[in-house]
């Protein structure tokens, strides 16, 4: 399997679609993505953002220090619009709506929700059953905390697919994907998808006709603040 496939490349970033099992850093014997693409492309590139090493998706590379600064000013402001998908086999304790608290760490380099508020992970969702016994969720994270969505969900019933340190059943991945990123770059506006590519769960007709409805998330009613 690639660790990933490059979706779009332009004068300033690069965008791609991220494998899931692929750290965006080095670890212990791993190049790390950050430099596999580098090596790729046969430029440094710069890392704006991240995605956990389980998690597939779709992310931006700057190709330039000026270009990263711009970018991840945006990710710093929460300009950025982001949309995820997810996977569980789980029943949710409410369909749609708002997950919203404070994260503290757990053990074994978890996290967890709290009731507090104090700087609170905000975390809006929409799922729908594309078959019986798989519940399938549209994610729009406001907030980007350290295993923001797998948290959210795990908090309501609905453990991620695969996730295994969320008590996700296993299955052949985390089924947590980044759909789609919008943002602004010198004045123009860009938007991209990527399709999830990974994972046998993913590749099924129910869930690409269910895609293709929130194919502009963007533009859907989103459950308010207080839901």
Known sequence: ?????????????????KAPGISVHKDDNES????????????????VHRLDKVTSGVMVFAKSADAAAE???????KTVKKF????SDKKPSKKQGLVKGDMIKARRGAWKLTKTNASPAQTHFFSMSPSPGRRLFLL?????????????????GAPVLGDAQYSGSPAD???????????????NHYHFIAQPEWGRFFDCPEVEAQLKRWEQPASLKWPANNE
């Open 1 to 17: 399997m690639s660790s990933f496939r490059i979706i779009a490349d332009h004068a300033d970033f690069i965008i791609i679609n």
């Open 140 to 156: 729009k994270p406001s907030t980007g905390k350290t295993h923001q969505l797998r948290v959210a969900l795990k908090s309501i």
């Open 84 to 87: 995820y998908i997810a996977l």
């Open 71 to 77: 970018i991840a000013d945006q990710f710093a402001k």
């Open 173 to 187: 991945r985390t089924y947590l994907h980044a759909w789609q990123l919008m943002f602004s770059f010198n004045e």
């Open 32 to 47: 790390g993505l950050t430099m596999e693409l580098s090596a790729a492309l046969g430029i440094h590139v710069y890392l």
